[in-house]
């Protein structure tokens, strides 16, 4: 894709109390290969810590942070922010969800090149043990 014909990616971040993987979730967004997106985070009238972890993130310029004053529900979060949304293209992410750094690239190139609409990705559990990230191995 020629770098000044990229779409714009809405990235849509919904948060309740996931102050333990937020800022992970924002850093897997920001860090992209894929440099057109614009990333809402909504926070869900958050009861921990999110908030602080949130407002590092206030001074980016394709960062814009909603926060509720009663928790509605990740659906509406997700929805509120598709109705504000004026990209081509939205994608969601969880906040204790991690992105592969090319994730996007590789997914709106996809999606370019075969004249999609909609796509979904897969993911990869992992969890803790012993403070150390480890990924679940699957079988199919």
């Known amino acids: 894709m020629k770098e000044k014909n990229i779409p714009l990616v809405d990235v849509i ?3 309740y109390n996931k102050e333990k993987f937020l800022e992970e979730a924002i850093n897997s967004v920001i860090v992209q290969t894929y440099k057109n997106w614009h990333l809402y985070i909504i926070d869900d009238n958050s009861s921990d810590n999110s908030e602080e972890i949130i407002d590092k993130f206030s001074n980016l310029k394709n960062v814009t ?20 949304s004026k990209s081509k ?25 075969h004249n999609l609409n909609f796509t979904y990705t897969d993911y990869t559990p992992f969890f803790e043990s012993f403070g150390k990230k480890k990924i679940k191995e699957r079988t199919f």
């Not at 942070?65 to 504000?84: D, H, T, V």
């Not at 906040?95 to 996809?110: H, P, R, V």
């Open 13 to 15: 971040l919904p948060n």
């Open 65 to 84: 942070i909603i926060k509720l004053r009663k928790n509605k529900g990740p659906s509406f979060c997700r929805n509120y922010a598709m109705r504000i």
């Open 89 to 113: 293209y939205i994608s969601f992410i969880d906040s204790d969800d991690n992105w592969l750094g090319n994730k996007l690239e590789k997914q709106i190139s996809f999606m370019e090149k």
